[in-house]
């Protein structure tokens, strides 16, 4: 990388001029190589001059403060410097010296922002008539072109595309893509990068000396770091600090004057963001708020500290709730900087959002509550109760009764609960619409509707398994009206006397005898009459909720599909 010069010979210093003249103009570059950080625009210059190739037209884009209008006046230096050697200016000449001060004839710099409109525009093109007084050619500098109008853009449309031979037009903007497309296609673009932070240090440094400055460790990098990549805008905080702080200023008078934080401070902020001490983040933020800081200024400071944060730790190793947590909480910093923008009490919205960033620590991940080892730990859950009726159980058996308990365990991942309500309901429709048509019985509810389905782990349900298996309607009765117990010499089954019958029949026995071969003998116990519940009429029973919603949704379907016709009668029939 070239060295830039240090001290332009032909501008007087700050202490011999009569009237002050800020840094940024008394260090502007006046040759190429002084433009920091912009070498591939300059050797691109530099050699469409030596090879006579150039264009009637440049746009030079960029951020502010990297160099663009200071290019486009070098570049106006060299092609109309009468002495120039090899596409460099000789900054000797009056020519040099007028086009630098913006007082040649030949040169004329315009604001794209105060000079917008047609009629400025227009008054420009008769100038381009004009044959240049002095150099070989006339030059017009738009600054913020993408400040004119779209009338002015078009007006000067004809004018890019078919320029007299004298003429150099170039174009400067940080917003290209409001530069009309017609306009754009007849210029030579160039992109203007942001300047290096080491660039801005070292630039720096060699203004320091010339002005006979001994800043302290640290001032100039937080100046490049505040400048993010603009030259000019470093150059103002540089002058300012001087100023403020004489010829030794440090990192805390440039904070004095810019309304940050020191790094203590913000260190110990974020400390306490990072322990969840709310209490005392809200102490913290109070205490500097009342100092003077604005909100934004702190939401930018703290934005940069989590950036450090992460580079550091992603070069130290850190794990996934280290990483999580930084991502995170610059997340919430970078929304809080939107909301900024439209609401006034910063200071509220930036206290909340350190709060928020105080509490990530205590969040847990989502795949450590579906891990196996989170499932282990949890233990063993009990099922939940699909009885529609457990007063009516209780009444019935005399206890409460609850189906075995599931164990969860890393062999034994977690069961999806099921669904209920009109969940439950649409869930078993749209598995079972298919049975249902073939059929032709809209309302016809499988034994899952009546009876939900066992894991078949435990012995009981093992056995209502096997009573499924013989009569669709046993297990539900045992659930109503029985109780499964394990006595001392083998099982008991207390039974209403509907049950008790129903267990009578021969093809019950048989499969009670199969289960008693392999668990042990059952004793079936009849229970008093005056324990039975009242007995129940198919008109009057009272459905579970789940039937009652299939049977509703099948209605409505019906009533949508209106009366079945004969011919559909019949073809069902067939």
Known sequence: MK??????????????S??????????????????????????????AILQNRLAHAYL?????????????????????????ENAVPCDQCATCEQIFRGEDSDVTEMDGASHRG???????????????????????????????????????????????????????????????????????RFDFASISREDIVRRLGQICQQEGADPQPGLLENIASLADGGMRDAQSLLDQVLSFAGDQPGPDDLDRITGRISSETLSELLSAVDSGDLSAVVEGVTAIFAGGTEASVLTDQIAEALRQRLHIGVGDGWGDEDLEANLLAQEIIQETRQKLRRQDRGDLLLELALMRMGTLRSLVPIR??????????????????SDPHPDRREATVGAETRLPEATISAEQPAQKLP?????AAREALRQREGDARSSGVASAISKTDMDPATDGN????????????????????????????RADDGWQLQATSELYQALAKDDVRKVLNSWQRKHGSIEIEELPAEADPAPESSGSAERPEIVGQAADIFSSEAKNRGPIRDEDRVQGNN
């Open 3 to 16: 060295e830039t010069s240090p001290t332009p010979p032909s501008v007087p210093s700050a202490a011999t």
């Open 18 to 47: 009569d009237r002050y003249e800020v840094i940024a103009r008394r260090y502007r570059p006046r040759k190429f190589d002084d433009v920091v950080g912009q070498e591939p625009v300059a050797e691109a210059l530099r050699q």
């Open 60 to 84: 030079f884009c960029g951020p502010r403060g990297v160099g663009k209008t200071s290019m486009a006046r070098i570049f106006a230096r060299t092609l109309q410097c009468p002495d120039g």
């Open 118 to 188: 047609i009629d400025d525009i227009r008054s420009l093109i008769e100038h381009v008539q004009y044959a240049p007084s002095l150099g070989p050619y006339r030059i017009f500098i738009i600054d913020e072109v993408h400040m004119l109008t779209r009338e002015a853009f078009n007006s000067l449309l004809k004018t890019l595309e078919e320029p007299p031979p004298h003429v150099k037009f170039i174009f400067a903007t940080t917003e290209p893509e409001r530069v009309i497309p017609t306009v754009l296609s007849r210029c030579q």
């Open 368 to 385: 450590s509550l579906t891990s196996p080892e989170m499932g282990a730990a949890a233990g063993s859950i009990s099922r939940i109760d």
């Open 419 to 423: 669904a209920r309500g009109a969940a």
């Open 458 to 485: 435990s012995p009981e349900d093992q056995l209502i398994d096997l009573l499924r298996t013989v009569d669709k309607l046993l297990p539900r009765m045992i659930r109503l009206g029985g109780k499964i117990t």
